[in-house]
């Protein structure tokens, strides 16, 4: 049963918790028991607090039993990506130069959170400093993917995609810079939901680049994306990067029908390069939208060949600001790939950063234009499965490919943009899952996460989870 309980989504244990069938102590212990038999193997965890999450479940179920039951993510245990802060908690964004940071205060969302009534169990390992896509971290070591530990989970959110994953977290949170909440949901096989710019505080959450940073769900399913959503969703006067608009039920109006739904395809950009048993996946993904009702309509975006030069342009030179006076002062304190990263973000001119802006701008206009005639577009989230851990090239269609840029290609257009994208798993290749992402018209969450609901409904995954003993089982 312990394990069962740790298996279950937000939506599966909401009405068990209200209706007071289970209790957050049992859902907490069943967590806390995932992680003290995997965390050794997925190094997932960079902190487990479970003396506080077993005081913080005790509380919950106390309220719940009062009859002062919060809502949805009342007594639900999740553990969070390092880089949001908990008021007086360590958080160590990844690195060696905040191993000792205590913040005064909690970010926006973690109040949200803790409002209402979630448990939390500790901090999950990431890139360093939100810089790279692996989660090669050196300071806390690597996080593994639980469906092969000799592969990478993703990054940077890497840790909450292991975590999630492998049930030792009900849910998560990433961010997403420049695709760390949707690389590792595609690798790990669970739901990553890059909300619009502006949608979610990032007060409190540590910066890698101002402009294009954002934070969201990592959930099992589309379902509990649509729910933490709700809850973390808002204007919030703390972030001048947050814009008042209504945050809406992203919950209601989910069907398994798609009759009527125009939905885009832009095959120079996104179709490319991709391994074949990506390519084969996204047909076939193609095919179920079909019969699910939707209309597929191939779309043109031509700015998109100069996406991942601006991108790049715009993260370099923003996160090296950020870090600037550190790099200055203590250089060995970062990780080699992050300090180099630094370093090449000092090189670009003000006419570069102003270029990259333009054809921001520009391809910003193109997809405004698309989705005048289109409802979501749908793309691959990554172009292949999970590479090895320590790999920095490969080969896909007899092209010899950078890992750290293939990992990054697909997503950038949606934060170049600021619109939102969910990448939902959609088969595995070769044991090792594949997701798919819908990326949406600003602010309208609601339609790309109607499509992925619809799509996960058809079960692509098949009941596939995997298995820390190294066989994927159905269950």
Not at 73 to 100: E, R
Not at 256 to 263: A, F, H, Q
Not at 275 to 284: H, I, M, N, R, S
Request: hydrophobic residues 35%; glycine residues 8%; negative net charge.
């Amino acid at each position: 049963m312990t394990k069962q309980l740790a298996e279950k989504s937000i939506g599966e244990l909401a009405p068990l918790l209200e209706s007071k069938e289970v209790s957050p102590v049992e859902v907490t212990e069943a967590v806390l028991k995932q992680v003290e038999t995997y965390n050794e193997q997925t190094n997932a965890y960079i902190r487990v607090d479970a003396e506080d999450a077993q005081t913080s479940a005790k509380i919950a179920e106390s309220e719940i039993m009062k009859g002062n039951y919060k809502g949805k993510l009342h007594g639900i245990p999740m553990a969070l990506k390092d880089i949001f802060y908990v008021k007086d908690k360590v958080v160590t964004m990844g690195s060696k130069i905040h191993k000792d940071f205590k913040p005064s205060y909690s970010a926006t969302v973690v109040e949200k959170l803790a409002e209402a009534g979630v448990i939390f169990t500790g901090t999950l390992n990431m890139h360093e400093y939100a810089w790279g896509g692996t989660n090669n971290n050196p300071h806390f070591g690597p996080c593994r993917n639980p469906w092969d530990l000799e592969k990478i989970p993703g990054g940077s959110s890497g840790g909450s995609g292991a975590a999630v994953a492998a049930d030792m977290t009900i849910a998560s949170l990433g961010t997403d810079t420049g695709g760390s909440i949707r690389i590792p949901s595609a690798v790990c096989g669970i739901v990553g939901l890059k909300p619009t710019h502006g949608r979610v505080s990032k007060h409190g959450v540590f910066p890698l680049s101002w402009s294009l940073d954002h934070a969201g769900p990592m959930t099992k399913t589309v379902t509990d994306a649509a729910i933490l959503l709700e809850y973390i969703a808002g204007f919030d006067p703390k972030d001048p990067t947050t814009i008042d608009r209504p945050v809406t039920s992203y919950t209601t109006g989910l069907s398994e029908d798609l009759k009527g739904m125009v939905i885009g395809v832009e095959e120079d950009f996104y179709l490319t390069n991709l391994q074949p048993g990506v390519q084969e996946l996204f047909d076939k993904a193609i095919e179920t939208l079909k019969t699910l009702g939707a209309e597929i309509k191939p779309i043109k975006i031509p700015s998109l060949k100069n996406a991942h030069y601006a991108e790049m342009i715009t993260v370099l030179a923003e996160a090296s600001a950020i870090h600037h006076t550190n790099l200055k002062r203590r250089p060995e304190d970062f990780g080699k790939d992050v300090r180099l990263s630094l370093e090449l973000g000092e090189i670009p001119s003000a006419v570069e950063y102003v270029q990259a802006q333009q054809i921001r701008y520009k391809i910003k206009q193109e997809f405004q234009e698309i989705f005048k005639t289109v409802d979501t577009i749908l793309a691959p989230t990554l172009p292949f499965t999970a590479p090895t851990i320590g790999q920095e090239i490969t080969i896909i269609n007899n092209q010899e490919l950078k890992v750290s840029d293939e990992l990054i290609r697909l997503q950038s257009p949606a934060n170049l943009t600021g619109l939102p994208s969910i990448s939902v798993p959609c088969g595995l290749s070769e044991n090792m899952p594949v997701g798919i992402q819908f990326i949406g018209n600003a602010f309208d969450e609601q339609m790309i996460i109607k499509a992925a609901y619809a799509f996960e409904s058809t079960n692509p995954m098949e009941g596939r989870k995997p298995q820390l003993d190294g066989v994927v089982e159905r269950v």
